[in-house]
T-cell receptor
Framework: GQNIDQPTEMTATEGAIVQINCTYQ??????LFWYQQHAGEAPTFLSY????GLEEKGRFSSFLSRSKGYSYLLLKELQMKDSASYLC??????????FGAGTTVTVRA | TAGITQAPTSQILAAGRSMTLRCTQD?????MYWYRQDLGLGLRLIHY???????GKGEVPDGYSVSRANTDDFPLTLASAVPSQTSVYFC????????????FGPGTRLTVL
């Protein structure tokens, strides 16, 4: 199985940078995903890492270290619309995802 | 393109009654999944299917059953609902292999009284 930990809440100011950490212990690793979920809506895909290193997609970047069981999601130039829950998920060899409980990010003006 | 649809959007159900949550995808994904999402616990996998005709148990399968008669549909049945099954249920689909992610339906909010 998977054990995935991420902080419960984070608060940041509009225009700032926030880093959401995720640590995992896994019995099989086949990729790490980050999803964004606004209140009352479905999760939507943000990023995917399967090899060590940084993946950049516009204002969002995600980093993976497989040896440390560690990932982070970096949100730059925060906007009010970035207020949401961010979910870290690890995929196993059978293509099933295990999710962390999610990190609620609140962006303040 | 519709993507993934779920029905109903929400439902209030009396304990002991049965109910089927419907899920349909039009992306020809081979794999489909059912999750429940509860406050503080995140998304937990109930059942999954990697291809039509096969299903598997996830983390919390008790009290639920699924079938996968074809590629597009993956209904979730609660045979005799209990209050602890009050939750938001998300269906997802994806292609196994490579970096493909899972795509989520809009969810069904179920309240069991």
């Amino acid at each position: 199985g998977q054990n995935i930990d991420q902080p419960t809440e984070m608060t940041a100011t509009e225009g700032a940078i926030v880093q959401i950490n995720c640590t995992y212990q896994t019995s099989g690793f086949n990729g790490l995903f980050w999803y964004q979920q606004h209140a009352g809506e479905a999760p939507t895909f943000l990023s995917y890492n399967v090899l060590d290193g940084l993946e950049e997609k516009g204002r969002f970047s995600s980093f993976l270290s497989r040896s440390k069981g560690y990932s982070y999601l970096l949100l730059k130039e925060l906007q009010m619309k970035d207020s949401a829950s961010y979910l870290c998920a690890v995929r196993d060899g059978d293509y099933k995802l295990s999710f962390g409980a999610g990190t609620t990010v609140t962006v303040r003006a | 393109t519709a993507g993934i649809t779920q029905a109903p959007t929400s439902q209030i159900l009396a304990a002991g009654r049965s109910m089927t949550l419907r899920c349909t995808q039009d992306m020809r994904h081979n794999a489909m999944y059912w999750y429940r999402q509860d406050l503080g616990l995140g998304l937990r996998l109930i059942h999954y299917s990697n291809t039509a005709g096969t299903t598997g148990k996830g983390e919390v399968p008790d009290g639920y059953s699924v079938s996968r008669a074809n590629t597009d549909d993956f209904p979730l049945t609660l045979a005799s609902a209990v209050p602890s099954q009050t939750s938001v249920y998300f269906c997802a689909s994806g292609s196994t292999g490579g970096p493909d992610t899972q795509y989520f339906g809009p969810g069904t909010r179920l309240t069991v009284l």
